[in-house]
């Protein structure tokens, strides 16, 4: 069975050669936007600035095993953020 995420769920990206270590230098952190069968899409913090969007034009592919949930950075800041993001996705073209 594969594991669900919800929109707005805090996550890490955990890299195989981290072994599961939260602290290894390649994990990233961030929050799910949409999910389709195994793969979560997400929106990563910057490595050194976390709170700051990396990923501002398009969530990125992540494969759900990879992904554990970790809460870094207070929730309204990532309701915030998917707000502006679905404001974004209703801009149509005058065309």
């Not at 195989?16 to 230098?25: E, L, R």
């Not at 207070?74 to 996705?89: F, K, N, P, S």
Request: proline fraction near 5%; aromatic fraction near 8%; charged fraction near 20%.
């Amino acid at each position: 069975m594969i594991e669900q995420f919800n929109r707005g769920e805090q996550i890490a990206y955990t890299p195989m050669h981290a072994g599961g270590n939260i602290d290894h230098p390649d994990v990233e952190f961030g929050f799910v936007t949409s999910q389709k069968g195994g793969t979560v899409f997400c929106r990563y913090w910057r490595k050194h600035n976390i709170g700051v969007l990396r990923t501002t034009a398009n969530s990125e592919g992540t494969p759900v095993d990879m992904l554990v949930r970790h809460v870094s950075v207070r929730q309204g800041l990532v309701e915030h953020l998917l707000h502006q993001i679905e404001a974004d996705q209703n801009i149509k073209p005058p065309f």
